[in-house]
């Protein structure tokens, strides 16, 4: 059974700094892209980054380049994305995603988390 769990959301003040994790269970994380998603309440959800099978190439999103990092740790089956110099519009519901295969960013995955909120305010 395919899973992703996603945690470390929290209430955070701007400039601050948070880190999610995507805990993968059920395939073999390393054969997986794995993306990191974001929606705002009435917004489309957006791709934040994401981070290949391979040789970890990574990709970001204009919006959180230089102050977002994504990273894995196959043998914990584990994603990360570290978020610093958070700002208000980084509020949202964080979703991690993965897709078999290699590179990225991607039109489509294949499994999904639930989701974990995280707001930036005073």
Do not use: H
């Not at 009435?42 to 290949?52: A, D, F, T």
């Not at 958070?86 to 964080?94: F, Q, R, S």
Request: aromatic share 12%; with cysteine; net charge neutral.
């Amino acid at each position: 059974q395919v899973q992703l769990v996603e945690s470390g959301g929290a209430l955070v003040q701007p400039g601050g700094s948070l880190r999610l994790s995507c805990a993968t269970s059920g395939f073999i994380l390393d054969y997986y892209v794995i993306g990191w998603f974001r929606q705002a309440p009435g917004k489309e959800r957006e791709g934040v980054s994401c981070i290949s099978s391979s040789e970890g190439s990574t990709y970001y999103a204009d919006s959180v380049k230089g102050r977002f990092t994504i990273s894995r740790d196959n043998a914990k089956n584990t994603v990360y994305l570290q978020m610093n110099s958070l700002k208000p519009e980084d509020t949202a519901v964080y979703y991690c995603a993965a897709d078999y295969g290699l590179g990225c960013p991607r039109s489509s995955y294949d499994y999904w988390g639930q989701g974990t909120q995280v707001t930036v305010s005073s």
